[in-house]
């Protein structure tokens, strides 16, 4: 097992690995955000961006998964399939996510930073935008709710998919250092 966790780390020095990795994700975020919405209550629950944070932010840490946050952020709205919303859940929990990982180097850390970050931090930042922005006065604890229940879903996917994407990274690294 600590073979996986050395070669997997190799692998993520790469620079190819950051930019095919974080431009996997950012499709997944584009395509999962825009079709896996599951409504609960009078919130929306899409926890495919929110997954796509925590496992940005085990992967390829807070700077990039950030950027790969941003980069789906600014797809899904050019698109037309987000709304200005997307950017700051999205971004902080990401920033949160890698940088707690990055802190603990445990994944259960880097899915409470995206919960944190995009379900509180993020809902508030959401908040300010809309007044700044779209001139709305809806106060923070209309997004909190929303926020927090659509983070939480897809950081709990999150925690279930990143232990074998770790193990298969490990393998490719291992495999492609034995070549």
């Known amino acids: ?40 209550d ?23 998964g950030t950027v790969m946050a941003f980069v789906a952020s600014l797809i899904r709205v050019l698109l037309g399939t987000g709304t200005i919303m997307a950017f700051p859940g999205s971004m902080v929990g990401a920033l949160l996510a890698g940088l707690l990982f990055h802190l603990t180097k445990k994944t259960w850390a880097a899915a409470i930073g995206e919960v944190v970050g995009t379900g509180i931090l993020g809902a508030m930042a959401g ?28 950081a709990t996917i999150a925690l279930i998919l990143l232990p074998p994407v770790r193990r298969v990274i490990g393998r490719l690294s291992h495999d492609s250092s034995n070549a």
């Open 1 to 40: 097992m600590s073979s996986v966790k050395t070669n997997s780390t190799l692998a993520k020095s790469t620079p190819l690995f950051r930019i095919t990795t974080a431009a996997l994700l950012t499709a997944i975020a584009v395509v999962g955000a825009s079709t896996v919405v599951i409504p609960f």
């Open 42 to 64: 009078v919130a929306k629950c899409a926890p495919v961006q929110h997954m796509v944070n925590v496992c940005a932010g085990v992967l390829l840490g807070p700077v990039w």
């Open 127 to 154: 908040s300010f935008l809309s007044r700044l922005v779209l001139g709305t006065e809806a106060g923070i604890l209309l997004y909190i709710p929303s926020f927090l229940i659509s983070s939480a879903a897809g």
